[in-house]
T-cell receptor, first 111, second 113 residues
Framework: GENVEQHPSTLSVQEGDSAVIKCTYSDSASNYFPWYKQELGKGPQLIID?????GEKKDQRIAVTLNKTAKHFSLHITETQPEDSAVYFCAAIEQGFSFIFGKGTRLLVKP | DGGITQSPKYLFRKEGQNVTLSCEQNLNHDAMYWYRQDPGQGLRLIYY???????QKGDIAEGYSVSREKKESFPLTVTSAQKNPTAFYLC????????????FGPGTRLTVT
């Protein structure tokens, strides 16, 4: 089955700097890769996603890149702000609808 | 106001008691999911259902049970057979098919002592 590895587990950046979180997956048949942001005590919320027929997608300060050959995808946050501080999860889809999640990255943006 | 609701937000139980966590959605989604979240473990799938009256075990189904009698509802029972039930439980729903976003509820934190 699918396996998703996420790095780093914690990331601390200064406000205004960029943050990059990387995930690798094992199943070459996976074709949908969402990224979720989870604030303390709340459920995860989708922030951006990418499908396997696209190499990059951008939404304001957030971008995701996908390398199907290497089976890895990355989340890029530019001009970080303190409100970006949260836990971020990547996921890859298995068997058409069941997500396999990475273990999460705790991002801290220091003012 | 569409979305997923989970109740209660905090739940406390004594060891040996069964407890049922509620999950309701008004998004008209066919698929619903239960995840367990522990510190440093990410989200692990307990059970999922793609259609009413049908559900499948996820990776960590032992000690849990579910029902799907209505499209809108997918309650999870944590039984006394679950050896380490204290955790944060998340319910999600999605459309069925290839590559649809899962929408998550606010979660229920269960503490068993």
């Amino acid at each position: 089955g699918e396996n998703v590895e996420q790095h780093p587990s914690t990331l601390s950046v200064q406000e205004g700097d960029s943050a990059v979180i990387k995930c690798t997956y094992s199943d070459s048949a996976s074709n949908y890769f969402p990224w979720y942001k989870q604030e303390l005590g709340k459920g995860p919320q989708l922030i951006i996603d990418i499908r396997s027929n696209v190499g990059e997608k951008k939404d304001q300060r957030i971008a995701v890149t996908l390398n199907k050959t290497a089976k890895h995808f990355s989340l890029h946050i530019t001009e970080t702000q303190p409100e970006d501080s949260a836990v971020y999860f990547c996921a890859a889809i298995e068997q058409g609808f069941s997500f396999i999640f990475g273990k999460g990255t705790r991002l801290l943006v220091k003012p | 106001d569409g979305g997923i609701t989970q109740s209660p937000k905090y739940l406390f139980r004594k060891e040996g008691q069964n407890v049922t966590l509620s999950c309701e959605q008004n998004l008209n989604h066919d698929a619903m999911y239960w995840y367990r979240q522990d510190p440093g473990q990410g989200l692990r799938l307990i059970y999922y259902s793609q259609i009413v009256n049908d559900f499948q075990k996820g990776d960590i189904a032992e000690g849990y049970s579910v029902s799907r009698e209505k499209k809108e509802s997918f309650p999870l029972t944590v039984t006394s057979a679950q050896k380490n039930p204290t955790a944060f439980y998340l319910c999600a729903s999605s459309q069925t098919g290839d590559g649809y976003e899962q929408y998550f509820g606010p979660g229920t934190r269960l503490t068993v002592t």
